[in-house]
């Protein structure tokens, strides 16, 4: 990845396991390594002007945050790589992990089986 920063790396969501860890189908042979950083997005629905009715397209946003904690060849595991900004009291003052999925008042932002992950950010590469 350090010899091409401009690589992209682009898969989807091929299943939510829990809470906070999903399953992609990005692995060793796209590129995955424990160093990177990737969000998870959701595609709007089509955006129509509102004067003409012409098609403006689709607005890409990220709903997540992730890492990759166990790559294989063909598929990841990731988790979430953010937190609530809240803090557990139970486990003397620790941050709380940004749920990926079930969070009441973000009804439409839970991470789902075919959403986008990409690359963000590698690490290695900000050394």
Do not use: C, H
């Amino acid at each position: 990845m350090s010899e091409d920063s401009n690589m992209t790396i682009k898969g989807k969501v091929a299943e939510t396991i829990n809470e906070y860890t999903v399953m992609t189908n990005l692995g060793t042979k796209d590129g995955v390594t424990e160093s990177q950083r990737y969000g998870i997005y959701k595609i709007s629905d089509p955006i129509e002007d509102p004067d003409s009715g012409e098609d403006l397209g689709q607005i890409e946003y990220r709903i997540a945050r992730v890492r990759p904690v166990e790559i294989e060849e063909k598929y990841s595991i990731m988790v979430t790589d953010e937190n609530t900004g809240g803090l557990d009291f139970s486990s003397y003052f620790t941050s709380v992990p940004k749920s990926l999925t079930k969070n009441p008042s973000l009804d439409n932002q839970d991470v789902s089986r075919g959403d986008i992950v990409k690359l963000m950010m590698d690490l290695d590469d900000e050394k």
